[in-house]
């Protein structure tokens, strides 16, 4: 008997089919994408069975996550076609990929990571994906994010003064700040989308090699 141990991520339930939408519109070819910080991996098995010709590579550094992201694999019945997740500390490089993954990798992309880690680990993000992606290849950001230093609303205000109180290395980031550290390594930004809830889709493309 498998042990399930399936978490249930509430933001996870209400966002899932807009990025889908998202990702549906981006010219993204049979190969594999990468998500740094799966979560519960309920991402994951969602976009898995919308892209079935896309193998669907989740990772995240916590067992409970990982145990988590397995246990929905094997849910959704989707143990021969998905991998099982990686074990991916974003500020750990170079991060340990299967070279199967590496060599067919299509974008990387991460759904509310930056603001509930340092920004060390959004560098790092910006540092390896770099390494990662080929010529017009993207990586792409989710959640809220200040525009101008400027909150969008009052509730991502309120958000990033309960992050802060957590940890006081976490926290909203301004976009302009964002998109710099992009720039350091030859990422450009594509597209920026307004998401539903306050957040935003930011879509970097790799233009150096």
Partial sequence: MILDNRLFFPATERNRKCIGDLLSTLPLSRGSILEIGSGSGEHGVVFQKLFPEITWQSSDPELIHRNSISSWIDYEGLNLKMPQ?????????????????????????????????????????????????????????YGPFKIDNQH???????????????????????LHEVSEEASRNNFIQEDLILMPANNFSIIYKQFSH
């Fill in 85 to 141: 997740p990686l074990d991916i500390n974003v500020e750990k490089n170079p991060w340990i990929i299967p070279s199967v993954i590496k060599k067919s990798l299509q974008a990387i992309i991460s759904i509310n990571m930056i603001h509930v880690a340092s920004w060390n680990c959004a560098k790092s993000l910006f540092r390896e994906s770099g390494q990662l992606l080929k010529n017009g290849q993207f990586l792409i950001l």
């Fill in 152 to 174: 969008i609303s009052q509730s991502n205000n309120l958000f990033d003064k309960s992050l802060k109180i957590q940890n006081k290395f976490w926290g909203v980031r301004n």
